[in-house]
């Protein structure tokens, strides 16, 4: 499929906001994994690595998920103004 195909998905306001928790845990886990792979201190008591080639490759990885989240919090901001 191409990266450039957009979708609409539908959701109420409950389960966006268990994507939105569920986007933040991913990109979180990469950023802990990039900074364990450059510092070698672990992030945290439970830190679990998730599996890449190096820090570079996770902090894309957090860097996509954070790009997401933003795509994701500006649409829903748009459609919900406080």
């Known amino acids: 499929m191409p990266h ?3 979708f609409v998905i539908r959701l109420n306001a ?3 906001g268990q994507l939105i928790d569920g986007l933040e845990v991913r990109a979180q886990a990469w ?6 792979l ?3 201190q672990l992030p945290s008591p439970d830190f679990v690595m998730e599996e890449c080639t190096g820090a570079e490759e996770a902090q894309k990885l957090a860097d996509h998920y954070e790009s997401i989240l ?3 919090m500006e649409q829903k901001a748009h459609q919900n103004p406080s």
Request: aromatic letters at 12%; hydrophobic letters at 20%; zero cysteines.
């Open 14 to 16: 409950f389960d966006l």
């Open 4 to 6: 450039d195909k957009k």
């Open 38 to 40: 450059e510092t070698g």
């Open 70 to 72: 933003t795509q994701v």
């Open 31 to 36: 950023r802990d994994t990039a900074s364990y």
